[in-house]
């Protein structure tokens, strides 16, 4: 059964940092790509990053330059790096596998979510 947990969510304030994983199971992990997505309240699903199997990266454009997307192989983990955040990132963020580099993939490949404020 394929299961992705997402984990490292929080309440930060403004310009602050927290690191996001995801860890994946029930499927060949490394030869998968993978994506993060992002819902806030009252609004549509937002793609955020995606990483292929050779480790390149693809951002949205409002996450460029903020936000790294990585993977550990090893430990069946993808993380998403989130520095400079601001009130607009505030959104439940999920782990997913991927359909392709760039959009949001069917919800039935989605994770449950991790809850990410960012408040002052």
Do not use: H
Not at 45 to 71: L, M, N, Q
Request: proline letters at 5%; a neutral charge.
């Amino acid at each position: 059964e394929v299961q992705l947990v997402e984990s490292g969510g929080g309440m930060v304030q403004p310009g602050e940092s927290l690191r996001l994983s995801c860890a994946a199971s029930g499927f060949t992990f490394s030869l998968s790509m993978m994506t993060w997505v992002r819902q806030a309240p009252g609004k549509g699903p937002e793609w955020v990053s995606s990483i292929d199997i050779s480790g390149t990266a693809y951002y949205a454009g409002f996450v460029k330059d903020r936000f790294t997307i990585s993977r550990d192989n090893a430990k069946n983990t993808m993380y998403l790096q989130m520095n400079s955040l601001k009130p607009e990132d505030t959104a439940l963020y999920y782990c997913a596998r991927a359909t392709r580099e760039v959009g949001v993939p069917p919800r039935d490949y989605w994770g449950q979510g991790t809850q990410v404020t960012v408040s002052s």
